[in-house]
């Protein structure tokens, strides 16, 4: 691994460093007003939520290093103390890229960039109505970083008055992720896409998450088949499983005769049935191999239970 220190680095090269291993990071679609009532719209991706009573976000806008200039939004909200942040969602990215852009601080992005401006309730600027989710904002702190030794970040901390959320992304009043389909910053040019296959659950730690890793029987722990996360799958479990002897049960007309087909389709369970009936139920490499299988589709018990044949 290679070893990379800061002061070594332009700040081009820092930046893009940093931003390349902290990712996928959310987007803020941050709406402020001038002193003058001029409405500006910029994206940032130094944002994070910090607090739930009350709710806490962050924004991080920096004085341009290229520049030396201060972020209109940066200026705004020291001067009216309120701005909102609206999510992104795949629908409005290309959009939101237009209102990025560097323009005089008396640009409209959302008309630049064609979005609707969405009345708040608590404070004055507009939330973007195209947005499934939006966040009304007052100015709780700005932390500049580093002024002694030329810094140009800035920690803006915001305190949530007011939430917008569209009630198409709501399922049983809860918002779903697979509706919001929002996109996140990644490092240089890239960004992904919160949908489909990239979505999905992990059960909450608690005070019995499972065994863990260290209570796994050597012959699992030291596989060359099973990975860090197929083990950290099996340490889930909240006591060692005992071998169950009506495991696996195959229907009479069952049929399957090539591990390396039914391995290659997925089928677990048809890969079991060919080690059972090839005399390979010896084979540890084989029951790994079909564990890993089982793993894949987190079937974890039957997993477990294909270990223990040994």
């Known amino acids: 691994m290679k070893t990379i220190f800061p002061e070594d680095l332009s700040h081009k090269d820092r930046h893009q460093l940093l931003l390349s291993g902290v990712n996928p990071r959310p987007i803020a679609f941050v709406s402020t007003l001038?002193?003058?009532?001029?409405?500006?719209?910029?994206?940032?991706?130094?944002?994070?939520?910090?607090?739930?009573?009350?709710?806490?976000?962050?924004?991080?806008?920096?004085?341009?290093?290229?520049?030396?200039?201060?972020?209109?939004?940066?200026?705004?909200?020291?001067?009216?103390?309120?701005?909102?942040?609206?999510?992104?969602?795949?629908?409005?990215?290309?959009?939101?890229?237009?209102?990025?852009?560097?323009?005089?601080?008396?640009?409209?992005?959302f008309e630049k960039a064609g979005f609707t401006k969405a009345v708040s309730t608590k404070v004055a600027p507009p939330f973007v109505k195209e947005s499934p989710y939006a966040m009304e904002c007052e100015l709780m702190e700005s932390i500049e970083l580093r002024r002694d030794i030329g810094g140009n970040g800035n920690i803006v901390l915001l305190e949530v008055v007011a939430f917008h959320v569209a009630e198409s992304v709501l399922v049983d009043g809860r918002v779903d992720p697979r509706r919001m389909d929002l996109v996140g910053r990644m490092g240089y040019s890239w960004y992904c896409r919160a949908q489909g296959d990239a979505l999905f659950t992990l059960d909450q730690p608690g005070p019995n998450i499972g065994i863990g890793i260290d209570a796994l029987p050597d012959h699992i722990k030291s596989s060359d088949v099973l990975t860090g996360s197929d083990l950290a799958k099996l340490a889930h479990v909240p006591t060692l499983p005992m071998l169950d002897g009506s495991f696996p049960r195959f229907d009479a007309d069952f049929r399957a005769d090539s591990l390396e087909i039914e391995l290659a389709a997925g089928d677990a369970y048809a890969a079991l049935y060919v080690m059972l009936n090839s005399g390979r139920s010896h084979d540890r490499t084989v029951r790994h191999r079909i564990a890993k299988a089982f793993l894949a589709k987190n079937q974890i018990e039957e997993a477990w239970q294909t270990l223990l044949l040994e």
């Open 34 to 109: 001038s002193e003058n009532g001029d409405v500006n719209l910029a994206p940032y991706s130094f944002f994070m939520a910090f607090s739930s009573k009350p709710p806490i976000v962050a924004i991080g806008p920096a004085i341009a290093a290229r520049t030396g200039k201060a972020k209109d939004t940066w200026l705004n909200i020291l001067a009216t103390k309120q701005a909102t942040i609206s999510s992104v969602s795949y629908s409005m990215v290309h959009a939101m890229n237009i209102a990025a852009g560097e323009y005089p601080p008396d640009t409209d992005e």
